[in-house]
């Protein structure tokens, strides 16, 4: 059974920084796209960054447009973990943050942008002006 554990959440003021974590277990890590979602109040939850299995050398990234440049989605697959650094935080960033895993192809996700597997119980972010 896979388990997600986040981590890091709390309270920053506008233009701070935060490093979320999240702790897989029940899985074999390294096979997992890896996943970060995040739900504000009274919105549907939305997708922020994705990261593949490991390509040679490199994992591939994708983020949502409006956190392009200030976060960054990483992996450690010898600690089956996900972070999801972000700096340069807004108020409109202010969200349950989600992680989330799906054994799928790469390729196949970025063209389709669908994500169907498991998720974690979510860490709060809140950014204050």
């Known amino acids: 059974q896979v388990q997600l554990v986040e981590s890091g959440g709390g309270l920053v003021q506008a233009g701070g920084s935060l490093r979320l974590s999240c702790a897989a277990s029940?899985?074999?890590?390294?096979?997992?796209?890896m996943g970060w979602f995040r739900q504000a109040p009274g919105k549907e939850r939305e997708f922020v960054a994705a990261?593949?299995?490991?390509?040679?050398?490199?994992?591939?990234?994708d983020y949502t447009d409006s956190v392009k440049g200030r976060f960054t989605i990483s992996r450690d697959n010898a600690k089956n973990t996900v972070y999801l650094q972000m700096n340069s935080l807004k108020p409109e960033d202010t969200a349950v943050y989600y992680c989330?895993?799906?054994?799928?192809?790469?390729?196949?996700?970025?063209?389709?942008?669908?994500?169907?597997?498991?998720w974690g119980q979510g860490t709060q972010v809140t950014v204050s002006s």
């Open positions: 029940g899985l074999t890590f390294s096979n997992y796209i």
């Open positions: 989330a895993a799906m054994a799928r192809s790469w390729t196949s996700f970025i063209q389709t942008k669908t994500w169907n597997g498991s």
């Open positions: 990261i593949s299995q490991i390509r040679v050398t490199i994992h591939y990234t």
